[in-house]
């Protein structure tokens, strides 16, 4: 079965820093991967996807994520966090016709000015 | 383009009652796919229907029932009710859901806002 593990619940930076946001899965063959922002009473915005190919994915607003099949992860990066990025960060994973995503339990990021 | 609409936006039913929840994909997709969100339990796949057959179930009792229609809307169905049931229902579309490179990234609605009372 697949899985997908955020074991960040709460994270906190200051504007301007750096933010890297951890994803581990689990599933049986190659996964297709992705990251979505969800603001309060809103629903899911897609930030990028990795489905093959180049293991570094470049996304909106500045995002981006790096796929290594060796440590089953996915983590999602932005090198200057802004105010307007606080939100709740989800990782997923589907794949295989399946039609299905199976999401983490997602990470809320605050960000101090 | 328009995006995935989803109606209403928010709604208030008693336990016991049954409620109907819509969702508009973008024109052009053809696979729809439905999920509960709640507090405890996070994001739940429940179903989705690709050119109105259901092609995926997840693991839900059969209270919740959808289906798709011609021009691929789609609709779920919440019978009996009941307090746990209160969730932000979430519907996302896709042009085919096949998993192909160019397709697989799901496109969310706002979501419905159920509340059980």
């Known amino acids: 079965a697949q899985s997908v593990t955020q074991p960040d619940i709460h994270i906190t930076v200051s504007e301007g820093a750096s933010l890297e946001l951890r994803c581990n899965y689990s599933y049986g063959a190659t996964p297709y991967l992705f990251w979505y922002v969800q603001s309060p009473g809103q629903g899911l915005q897609l930030l990028l996807k990795?489905?093959?190919?180049?293991?570094l994915v470049q996304g909106i607003k500045g995002f981006e994520a790096e796929f290594k099949r060796s440590q089953s992860s996915f983590n999602l990066r932005k090198p200057s966090v802004h105010w307007s990025d606080a939100a709740e960060y989800f990782c997923a994973v589907g794949g295989g016709g399946g039609n299905k995503l199976t999401f983490g339990t997602g990470t809320q990021l605050k960000v101090e000015l | 383009k328009a995006g995935v609409t989803q109606t209403p936006r928010y709604l208030i039913k008693t336990r016991g009652q049954q409620v109907t929840l819509s969702c508009s994909p973008i024109?052009?997709?053809?696979?729809v796919s439905w999920y509960q969100q709640t507090p405890g339990q996070g994001l739940q796949f429940l179903f989705e229907y690709f050119s109105e057959t259901q092609r995926n179930k997840g693991n839900f009792p059969g209270r919740f029932s959808g289906r798709q229609f011609s021009n691929s809307r789609s609709e779920m169905n919440v019978s009996t009710l009941e307090l746990g049931d209160s969730a932000l229902y979430l519907c996302?579309?896709?042009?085919?859901?096949?998993?192909?490179?160019?397709?697989?990234?799901?496109?969310f609605g706002s979501g419905t806002r159920l509340t059980v009372v």
């Open positions: 990795y489905f093959s190919g180049d293991t």
């Open positions: 996302a579309s896709s042009f085919s859901g096949t998993g192909g490179a160019g397709d697989y990234g799901y496109t």
């Open positions: 024109s052009g997709h053809r696979s």
